[in-house]
């Protein structure tokens, strides 16, 4: 497997340097693993003879765009931005402008296309990832939403494939894409590499997505959440809900969806998980002391809904679980 990293001056440096890392450990625990696994090579590509990422990290250029259809994987890293505005910015920026003008020459089913976190927004802004599923930062689903109405996006999920297209969630999801990536490969080699890096598993971003962050200037959908934040440990309608501040299940349901991906009923259920998950972290409250507080009659309702959100709390963990 010979993969590309399309990288650009700013870049964010543990993503293009965690796609190095695990890609290099794979080739070099590869033979040990098992021989007959194909080779893995991986070229960072320029126009200059250098890149220079947004911590001032040089990374030397060894290959160059032109060259870009030898490789059967092209991964574009984070572009070093944390806020949308910033993100746009950089979109705009004449390297980037560069970087899109070559993705989009590509065919996914000849060259698998990569990205993570606002990486996903420059194949986005490529046209690749028009009505397929894709991922990305999740405090930036508003945004991307708003701006690529025909990708599918979902905001729970570490890493999507969709044919030839795959992208990843936040910065150090790089890791997970990079392990996506030598899964495909071998999916041996990629435990092998996720054991001796010690990386655990992390299929969901779900366990950061929260509510307050998920930007979003609709006053109809703030309005929803304000009202629900106040009933919380009530038995709530949606229809009901909706009545309350003016309007109808139907518009709510489309207005919610629009703006954070979500229907009213699941926005309802996170709130309810985070506030959960805030009191078992901040207080001595058992499962069962809390489940009344958030809206359920029994403990074992609201355990099942923290791990539908994965949400961070004292709940323990699936033994299960473990390495990739």
Wanted: hydrophobic fraction near 45%; include cysteine.
């Amino acid at each position: 497997m010979h993969v590309g990293l399309l990288a650009s001056d700013g870049c964010f440096s543990s993503g293009l340097t965690a796609l190095i890392d695990v890609l290099s450990t794979a080739e070099a625990q590869r033979a040990g693993v098992d021989p007959s696994i194909p080779p893995i090579r991986v070229d960072v590509i320029g126009t200059g003879r250098t890149v220079a990422t947004g911590a001032g990290l040089t990374v030397p250029v060894t290959m160059h765009p032109r060259e870009l259809r030898a490789v059967d994987v092209v991964v574009v890293p984070a572009l070093g931005t944390m806020t949308a505005e910033d993100t746009l910015s950089a979109l705009a920026a004449r390297p980037t402008r560069a970087s899109i003008g070559v993705l989009g020459d590509l065919d996914p089913d000849v060259t698998t296309v990569a990205a993570a976190c606002t990486g996903v927004f420059t194949l986005a802004e490529s046209g690749l990832l028009d009505m397929r599923r894709a991922t990305t930062s999740w405090w930036l689903g508003a945004a991307f939403r708003s701006r690529y109405p025909s990708v599918i996006l979902d905001l729970g999920a570490m890493v999507i494939a969709d044919g030839g297209v795959v992208t990843a969630g936040a910065a150090f999801a790089h890791i997970d894409l990079a392990l996506a990536l030598v899964r495909r490969v071998s999916p041996g080699l990629a435990g092998h590499v996720a054991r001796l890096l010690v990386i655990d598993e992390r299929v969901s971003q779900s366990a950061y997505l929260v509510v307050d962050h998920l930007n979003h200037n609709d006053p109809l959908v703030l309005a929803f959440e304000q009202e629900a934040r106040a009933h919380l440990s009530e038995s709530l309608d949606v229809r009901e809900l909706a009545a309350s501040i003016g309007t109808t299940r139907r518009t709510l349901e489309r207005r919610t969806q629009a703006a954070l991906g979500m229907s009213p009923l699941a926005v309802v259920q996170r709130l309810r998980a985070e506030r959960a998950a805030h009191l078992l972290r901040t207080t001595a409250q058992s499962v069962e002391q809390i489940a009344p507080q958030v809206g359920y009659a029994n403990a074992s309702t609201l355990r099942s809904l923290l791990r539908q959100f994965q949400v961070r709390s004292q709940v323990s963990p699936d033994p299960k679980q473990g390495p990739y």
